[in-house]
Nanobody, 136 residues
Framework: QVQLVESGGGSVQSGGSLRLSCAAS????????MGWFRQAPGKEREGVAV???????NYADSVKGRFTISQDNSKNTLYLQMNSLTPEDTATYYC??????????????????????????????WGQGTLVTVSS
C-alpha cells in the first residue's frame, strides 16, 4: 500500500514562506491524482490544491497566487510552496492520493471542492499531517 509522509510544517510570521513536502512510498507521484488539504481546529477540512496525472493543477481561491503545488516524479515527492502566509492559513496540512479506482470517481479537479466525506472516500491514502502556524 502507498504511504504518504508530510514534512516542512512549523511556525512562521505573516508574510513568510514554507515549503511542505509529501514523500510517497513506491511510485505514486505522477501516477495518481494527489492533493493538499488543510483543517483548522473546529473547522471542516478544505481543499487547498490538487494536481492530476498530466500535471494540471487547481487551487482554492483563497490561496491562488500564493501557493504552488508541484511534483518531482524522480524523487516521488509532492510539494506545496506557500508564500505570503497569513494567520488564516494556520491549519494542519495533509497530502492525499487517489490510489484505487472507484466506479464513480470524479475528476481530480473536483476533489478541491469536495466535502470531507467525499474527499476521504475518493482519496484513499492520507498522510499524518503537518502543522502550520502563522502568527501576526
Amino acid at each position: 500500500q502507498v504511504q504518504l509522509v508530510e514534512s516542512g510544517g512549523g511556525s512562521v510570521q505573516s508574510g513568510g514562506s514554507l515549503r511542505l513536502s509529501c514523500a510517497a512510498s513506491e511510485y505514486a507521484v505522477g501516477t495518481y491524482c494527489m492533493g493538499w488539504f488543510r483543517q483548522a481546529p473546529g473547522k471542516e477540512r478544505e481543499g487547498v490544491a490538487v494536481i492530476d496525472t498530466d500535471g494540471s493543477t487547481n487551487y482554492a481561491d483563497s490561496v491562488k497566487g500564493r501557493f504552488t503545488i508541484s511534483q518531482d516524479n524522480s524523487k516521488n515527492t509532492l510539494y506545496l510552496q506557500m508564500n505570503s502566509l497569513t494567520p488564516e492559513d494556520t491549519a494542519t496540512y495533509y497530502c492525499a492520493a487517489d490510489v484505487f479506482l472507484d466506479s464513480d470517481q470524479p475528476p481530480c479537479a473536483e476533489m478541491l471542492v469536495a466535502t470531507t466525506e467525499e474527499a476521504t472516500k475518493y482519496l484513499e491514502v492520507w498522510g499524518q499531517g503537518t502543522l502550520v502556524t502563522v502568527s501576526s
